[in-house]
């Protein structure tokens, strides 16, 4: 309006200019007007919206505020928080479908009141897993925010769940989903049972529902399990490794994992004293105690072993991975699962049936080895000791048939005296004699792991992973679940040989036709100790070819092969192919000493059974495989753990190579040679188990290699062998080492007939199959005696493999009018000169040999059906029996 007025000021001499700007100022006036009005009407329209839009919030605020409201007073109805869905067994399966076992929902769970439970017990949950707990509202907006940042910068901080978070996850959530709407669903319940329960009936239920052990729930059944007594007499350290078990019943078990679970458990000590909760000296001396006392010999056992089970030792290994790949919703006591796995019921049994004889034999060979020990023993000193107590008229001394008078009171104490005095104690209530029981029964377990064979045995499928059978040890009960075929760490003697023997063919120093000396020999270790190693017949064979040296397990040359390759190469095939990829247990695994090379190192026979299969199956990775896929209740696929595994191994690249197709075609033709001439041709049959029918009803001889072991003192006995289809790995020896399984009992004599039986059993009616013969592979023959070219003077010929490359190209040298002179064994020690840090070689005289052994030395013995038990020794000890 000011801009009109203006113009009416300017112009207010001429009348027309004058009516003009009149006539303008109306016209805008009402342009004016009429652009207000159309503003009035679009800003009413947009607040109808607006309020239409609000009520529609609100409305929906409200529906969810009426379900919630009657969610709650669902809650405030509820009687019993855990019996939503009645309870199902998880069923497991085998590869064909058939029921092996059904977990069933007896759980292991017994009551008891918060009052009831020690002080420094809750103290020590709270400190742990939720110290603000009696002043949050059933959050903690401190704790999400750090395990948000910890999921963002992928550092472990801790969760992000209270108390009442987790038993309402617990109870009303699946905790294997991790997604947004899992976490607000358990947040909302967390509030409900907050507005329904006490602080200390949410703390009450927790420690009374939650998983703490293998089929066991709540601190009360726990502790029963784990230290034999209840909840309420827990001491401060027991308390601590009770809270670890919340967080991780599996993980942090410590009887499983007990170097881990140490190290949580003075977490938790430790920050117990920083609260004030306990003094230092307090928590220290509990920790000590705690340790002084704990039974290294104990396993982690199911709770519930008395189901009824066609296969209790895989089923065992099974419900332990589920422990693992389930954990924040193990109920599948309760749930209902359906799992699939790739055991085959026809090859457990059988792998069963021939275990048990296996280790029935090997114990009546050691008792029979013992007695004869003893009874020579009493032979000799019973009539001294005798003849001085009649001389000299001591009446007190008597020593006729001690020894066996020992052993029958030992074997009456254990299977009838102990368990009617453990009965007697529970039912006159004498707590003291209790205690006595179990110390006497925990001294015979002893006793019974350094004198009782047992025995070991794993079938892989090469292709797939899949494990076809598992035997863990001798008869599966309560006191006997220590799963020996994974858990057991043993020394597999010469079956290791070949895991570096592969290194040494890529070197391409080494071929299978390389000629090695096969005499006396000092190494010397880093420490300058001589080391110097003997064979198993304490013979030599003077100068063999390498595929010899493995077949007929001559420890001589293998450590020349060793020595040839050094520790670094040695030690990084035989990691890759055992699965070891942590640094820090690759050092502990494998030490940098000669011994090493005659496989003094500790793994399982799992991890030997991966190794081989590695070959067989053209230097793949081999991932071993139990669980193909786990249903719930409905029939929906949950865990797809085959498809995971396939995934990582896709995604490993050209990495899946764990060795190349060229080395590991070469590898099973030097293996082949163990059954053909070596080791193993006796546990073969003489290659007569190897005869097969194929789908078609016709008979061939299927290949086949694989290596024995015996470790020294014949404690250990290994077999590991392999067809293109399957790898069995099999062991025996003892629980706690010590004890000799006999001087005649080695890998080839008691676990070598087992594997040939069964591969005649597993490979029949499978399509013909060899070992894939890739590129980049030569065969040719060679003189068997120097491994070189022929000439028309060799008498005897072999045709070998060889990497494209390093075939043989010199002439023999051995036969015809310029031969060499062939090697003649000496009673000399040759030194291995570069490891003394010189170009020479010196050599020490060797101690004198037993007469009987000097006759042997420059001969041709006949092949040992035995192997390598023997370590060595350190100059001047010789021992003609160790190799």
Known sequence: MSFFVFRGLVAYRTPRTAFCIATDAAVALTNNAALHTLFIMKHFILVRFVAVFIVLIAGAIGIGLGLSLAETVNIQNEENLTEFNPDLPTKILDASGEVITEFVSEEKRELVALSELPRHLILAVLTREDPDFYNHKGFSLRGILRAIFGQITGKRLGGGSTITQQVAGTLYCNRMEKTISRKIRELWWAFQMERRFTKNEILEIYLNYMNMGPGTYGVEASSQYFFGHSAREVTLAEAAVLVVLLSSPTNYNPLLNPNVAMGRQ?????????AGYATKEEADSSFQEYWDNYDYTRVSASAYYSREDKAPWFSEYVRRELDK???????????????????????QSLAETNMSAGIVRGNDIFRRVSSSRLTQSEDMFVPIVNLLTLTFNLGGVHAAGNGQGERRAINRYTKTINQVVDMASLVFDLPELESLTKTSYAMMKDINAENIVEGALIVLENDT??????????????????IRATQAKVMPGSAFKPLYYSAAIDSRQFTMASLIYDSPMVFASGNGIPYVPNNYSGSWRGSVLLYEALAYSLNIPALKVLDGIGFDAAINRSAALLGITDPEEKRKTFPRVYPMGLGIISVSPLQMARAFAIFANQGRDVTPLAIRTVEDRDGRIIIDYERDVRLQQQQMGSNIQVISPQNAYIMTRLLTYTISIGTLASGS????????????????RIPAGGKTGTTQNWSDAWVVGFTPYYTIAIWFGFDRPGNSLGNDVTGASLAGPIWGDLMHEYNQGLPRRD??????????TVCRASGLVPTEDCPNLVTLSFLAGTVPVMPCDQHGPNSNSRFEITNTLTTSAALWGGDFTSELQMPTLPPELMNDLSGNPSIQQGDSPGMGVELPSYNPLLD
């Open 266 to 274: 003075k977490d938790v000590l430790d920050k117990m004293v920083d």
């Open 325 to 347: 790949i389930m954990y924040g919703q193990m109920d599948y006591y309760r749930d209902g699962y359906t799992v699939y796995t790739t055991m085959d019921m026809k090859f």
């Open 465 to 482: 992973g899949y494990i076809k059978a598992i035997v863990g040890g001798s008869k599966y009960d309560a006191n006997n679940q220590l």
């Open 685 to 700: 049959g003489f290659g007569s188990k190897l005869n097969v029918t194929d789908e078609k009803g016709t008979t061939y």
């Open 771 to 780: 070992f894939v013969r890739p590129s980049g592979v030569v065969d040719a």
